[in-house]
């Protein structure tokens, strides 16, 4: 049986200095590897009894987990899914929220090589429609909570579709199983063998990211991907393997697979899942305190809540260490937090196309603002338009080095896109669109994007989703999606506006513009701002220059 707190090892080389900590690192993946079989199983098989999983709600309620329990319920999936005639290569959309049977699905999906294609809650059957026929989704496994299976519903009927569907949390509409009493019910479950087994190689995972040109585009990862998680849990975000980790994250997000599952159960350790329907700091203080976390990660806009609160009046004592990512780290909130709790939140960076990328792991002196130094997972340069490295303290885009070959955690590309793929990676490099000055002790500073990407709230827009629901409204004859400054949320979704011959202008017309976009797709996607112009400012094409509106947002 394996050491399950050195698990981790046949599959992380550490080079270490005289310090003990590691001065790099190699990362190596077996040609047959399966998170499934080779982590989940073969803890399950050597502590069954060890904590997997933690899962409380805000009224009180909570279940435990083991990797017992976690090896059963993910043979019980597998074996429904393939009942249900789900096999190797087929696409599973998983809308869960952070119900516990996320973890079950995607690991039965990964044991019989499906693929998972995780999406947030917050969709609408506009935003669920773009998914289901881009990725040719075969089923679906999603809660009841609110207006979501009705959402899908309707997205599968516009399509003319017939998805196998199973539900969660809530009466099932017509024509959808109940997850948990099939899985009750599923035969026993034999792992796949020969050609039907699922290897590293093969895709495991699907997950929608914005542009600012187009309309989303579909990152595909394969089952190697979790191995790249190990750096991420063992170094950034330090986690006990007989401590408690919460990453606050819904499971739609590539965030919850970083700080929920993967480098978290290589380790051997317990995840801790806090379910809510909105944030609310006082909340996540007091479930902080009693669940005893020893190591949290959060997006900046989190931090930025909780440091409003008095701190001093919640036992922080369990709580180790702190990381935050998502969006660039304000100074202020790092002294605070640091200030009252005597912990330095060490700041990474990273893609839903990769893994942690730029960091400051737990050994490492933070400098507050900055992401941190190049991961060694990746050979990372900070290039000019030109394509040549930049110097220090000069700006430039963060692009990783391939070569010929792709590192372990870097996508494969995006699904069926070869033209996209091809315009972020090339002649050997991998463009993040992500802007950066490096100083002289190798520490990264965000900049910004190169697009338009806006970043708010720990959520990622794409201008071009929200443009094209705004632009469908009748009032709107042009409209730019930008990002806007907000003293709270750092950063704000704003559409300009040229109102249609006979409509005037105001207050009441912005709001039932708002009101628009949240019934047609997501609302964390919705403007919060609507400023109304005569004319937009142009390029000599006629291109609308969002850059010319995001310099007059952030003019003093």
Request: aromatic content about 10%.
């Amino acid at each position: 049986m394996p050491n399950v707190t050195t698990l981790h090892q046949r599959f992380l080389v550490e080079d270490l200095g005289p310090d003990g900590f590691p001065t790099t690192y190699r990362l190596d993946c077996p040609p047959d590897f399966n998170f499934g079989y080779d982590v989940v199983d073969a803890i399950a098989a050597a502590e069954p009894d060890r904590p997997a999983l933690r899962w409380s709600d805000t009224t009180g309620t909570v279940e435990h987990y083991t990797f017992g329990d976690i090896a059963r319920l993910s043979d019980a999936a597998a074996s429904w899914f393939r009942s249900v005639g789900i096999g190797k290569g087929d696409r599973v959309l998983l809308v869960l929220r952070r119900h516990p049977q996320f973890w079950w699905a995607i690991i039965g999906l990964h044991k019989i090589g499906a693929v998972a294609a995780p999406a947030t809650h917050l969709l609408k059957a506009y935003d669920i429609e773009l998914r289901l026929r881009d990725a040719k989704i075969t089923a679906a496994v999603a809660t009841m909570d609110g207006d979501v299976g009705a959402e899908i519903d309707l997205a599968e009927a516009n399509l003319g579709l017939h998805l196998v569907k199973a539900a969660v949390c809530g009466t099932p509409r017509p024509g959808w199983a109940d997850f948990d009493t099939e899985l009750a019910a599923a035969a026993p479950f034999t792992a796949p063998v020969g050609p039907d087994r699922p290897v590293a190689a093969d895709t495991a995972l699907l997950y929608f990211t914005s542009g600012t040109t187009a309309q989303p585009k579909m990152v595909v990862h394969s089952h190697s991907y979790p191995v790249a998680h190990i750096p991420t849990a063992k170094y950034w975000h330090r986690v006990d393997p007989d401590g408690l980790h919460l990453t606050v994250s819904d499971t739609g997000w590539a965030k919850s697979v970083w700080g929920k599952l993967y480098g978290q159960w290589f380790l051997g350790g317990c995840v801790d899942v806090f379910d809510f329907d909105r944030f609310d700091p006082v909340t996540l203080l007091r479930h902080l305190e009693e669940a005893q976390v020893t190591t949290f990660c959060a997006a900046p806009t989190v931090y930025r809540f909780l440091v409003d609160e008095d701190l001093s009046a919640f036992d922080l004592s369990a709580l180790q260490h702190a990381t935050v990512a998502g969006e660039a780290m304000n100074p202020v909130v790092f002294e605070t937090f640091a200030e009252r709790t005597g912990l330095e939140l060490k700041e990474g960076y990273g893609q839903t196309e990769l893994t942690l990328a730029v960091v400051t792991n737990y050994w490492q002196p933070t400098r507050p603002g900055s992401m941190g130094r190049p991961s060694p997972a990746y050979d990372i340069v900070l290039l000019d338009e030109d394509g040549r490295e930049v110097g220090v303290g000069e700006e430039g885009e963060i692009c990783l080095r391939t070569g010929d070959q792709t590192p372990i955690g870097m996508f494969a590309g995006y699904l069926d896109d070869p033209v996209t793929t091809s315009a972020s990676w090339y002649d050997g490099y991998y463009h993040t669109h992500d802007l950066a000055t490096c100083d002289a002790d190798g520490y990264f500073w965000y900049v910004g994007r190169t697009d338009d990407m806006i970043k708010t709230s720990g959520y990622r827009v794409g201008p071009f989703e929200v443009e094209s629901v705004v632009q469908a409204h009748p009032a709107v004859k042009e409209c730019a999606i930008t990002a806007a400054p907000h003293p709270v949320r750092g950063t704000v979704v704003k559409a300009t506006v040229v109102v249609s011959a006979g409509f005037d202008p105001g207050d009441d017309l912005a709001c039932d513009i708002q009101s628009y976009v949240k019934a047609r797709t997501a609302a964390y996607k919705y403007p919060r701002i609507v400023e109304f112009v005569d004319a937009m400012p142009v390029t000599v094409s006629g291109k609308i220059r969002r850059v010319e509106i995001r310099e007059r947002d952030h003019t003093p």
